[in-house]
């Protein structure tokens, strides 16, 4: 069964740090992985899609990378701003199920 | 504008009821997904349909109903066999031939 963890749960960076947030998942039989953003009481906003075929996907300031063989990908931040405070949650599509499965998140805090 | 809409943003459910939660989408998608979200957990799949008039039950539908009688439309009742239905319900929908989710803005449910 598939299944997908985040690390860390939550992070408090300064503004202008880099960060990187991590996803890993148990079955590399995956079509995708999709980086979303929450915030608090409100729905998920797409962030990244990258294709079991690809490697990285870059939006702005996130770069998110793509390990299918080792089961994990990164959510680079660049010059983080307070506006990026939210939870950050990562899915993989699975072949098994065809559905997504979602990790817990990780709460991200940005301090001016 | 197209997109998912859920309604009612928030729903109070006294002990013993059954409740509707609305979802349609104008984005023409054939699949549609009820999610349930709890503090400090990933999102975890209730039901979902691949085509009108057809639905598999997800990971935790015990105390759940849904029906898929148009396109559009994925409405999710929450009964009163569901012990603990306090949560953060969310919906999305998938074009066929895609894998990339899109969301709605969620609906919290809280028992009185």
């Known amino acids: 069964k598939q299944e997908v963890t985040q690390i860390p749960a939550a992070l408090s960076v300064p503004e202008g740090e880099n960060l990187v947030l991590n996803c890993s998942f148990t079955?590399?039989?995956?079509?995708?992985l999709q980086w979303f953003r929450q915030d608090p009481g409100k729905g998920l906003t797409s962030l990244l899609l990258?294709?079991?075929?690809?490697r990285e996907q870059t939006s702005g300031r996130l770069n998110a990378s793509l390990d299918k063989s080792s089961g994990r990908s990164t959510l680079y931040i660049a010059a983080s701003q307070p506006g990026d405070s939210a939870t950050y949650l990562c899915?993989?599509?699975?072949?098994?199920?065809?559905?997504?499965?979602f990790g817990a998140g990780t709460r991200l805090f940005v301090k001016a | 504008d197209g997109g998912i809409t859920q309604s009612p943003k928030y729903l109070f459910r006294k002990e013993g009821q059954n409740v509707t939660l609305s979802c349609e989408q104008n984005?023409?998608?054939?699949?549609m997904y009820w999610y349930r979200q709890d503090p400090g957990q990933g999102l975890r799949l209730i039901y979902y349909?691949?085509?009108?008039?057809?639905?598999q039950k997800g990971d935790i539908a015990e105390g759940y109903s849904v029906s898929r009688e148009k396109k559009e439309s994925f409405p999710l009742t929450v009964t009163s066999a569901q012990k603990n239905p306090t949560a953060f319900y969310l919906c999305?929908?998938?074009?066929?031939?895609?894998?990339?989710?899109?969301f709605g803005q969620g609906t919290r449910l809280t028992v009185v």
């Open positions: 999305a929908s998938r074009r066929q031939g895609s894998t990339e989710a899109f």
């Open positions: 079955d590399s039989a995956i079509y995708n």
């Open positions: 990258i294709q079991s075929s690809q």
């Open positions: 899915a993989v599509f699975d072949t098994g199920g065809f559905k997504t499965i």
């Open positions: 984005l023409n998608h054939d699949a």
């Open positions: 349909s691949q085509i009108v008039n057809d639905f």
